[in-house]
T-cell receptor
Framework: KAGVTQTPRYLIKTRGQQVTLSCSPISGHRSVSWYQQTPGQGLQFLFEYFSETQRNKGNFPGRFSGRQFSNSRSEMNVSTLELGDSALYLC????????????FGSGTRLTVV | AQSVTQPDIHITVSEGASLELRCNYSYGATPYLFWYVQSPGQGLQLLLKYFSGDTLVQGIKGFEAEFKRSQSSFNLRKPSVHWSDAAEYFCAVQTGANNLFFGTGTRLTVIP
């Protein structure tokens, strides 16, 4: 079966702009989680969506937001980009029940200049 | 609050040698534990997971991990390392909020 698809793979944006990243989970999975990976902070949880509702949220400013559609695809949006937002953004797909493990996509590499 | 400690930032081993990557966790309830591997510029691939039952868990690519509750550890092992195992390895605990809390990772270099 198809894996987790993240688009685009690479993105370059200017400070102050906004960006939208997309994640299509494994078919049948209803949970999508987003993580930010940076050399300084490592892997940090952003938020999780389950059945179109944000179920959990990490400790990130309100500039980071997301949503999930009825087909379980999720988007993540970052507004007013800062240089520190440069990172690899990973999404993880799961059944949402917590016992099936998490399957990650290849990530979107965002560079803010 | 949960925490995951991977005390070794970087490990170098010779091809064919055995490997053990250390992971210590702190979590109030019964932990669900994971090991993931990441190649440069790539996402995370699940090596193995522990939810309950047998404390020795077998994973993909010849890896195994042992859960030791008394030591709060979940160390990853492989009897004979291949050059293709060079990557970064992350230990993680699943929180009650259904997300993963990761350690800082251990970078593995394999010498031919």
């Amino acid at each position: 079966k198809a894996g987790v698809t993240q688009t685009p793979r690479y993105l370059i944006k200017t400070r102050g702009q906004q960006v939208t990243l997309s994640c299509s989970p494994i078919s049948g999975h209803r949970s999508v989680s987003w993580y930010q990976q940076t050399p300084g902070q490592g892997l940090q949880f952003l938020f999780e969506y389950f059945s179109e509702t944000q179920r959990n949220k990490g400790n990130f400013p309100g500039r980071f937001s997301g949503r999930q559609f009825s087909n379980s695809r999720s988007e993540m949006n970052v507004s007013t980009l800062e240089l520190g937002d440069s990172a690899l953004y990973l999404c993880a797909s799961s059944d949402g029940q917590g016992l099936g493990g998490y399957t990650f996509g290849s990530g979107t590499r965002l560079t803010v200049v | 609050a949960q925490s995951v400690t991977q005390p070794d930032i970087h490990i170098t081993v010779s091809e064919g040698a055995s490997l053990e990557l250390r992971c210590n966790y702190s979590y109030g309830a019964t932990p669900y534990l994971f090991w993931y591997v990441q190649s440069p510029g790539q996402g995370l691939q699940l090596l193995l997971k522990y939810f309950s039952g047998d404390t020795l868990v077998q994973g993909i690519k010849g890896f195994e991990a042992e859960f030791k509750r008394s030591q709060s550890s979940f160390n990853l092992r492989k009897p004979s390392v291949h050059w293709s195992d060079a990557a970064e390895y992350f230990c993680a605990v699943q929180t009650g909020a259904n997300n993963l809390f990761f350690g800082t990772g251990t970078r593995l270099t394999v010498i031919p």
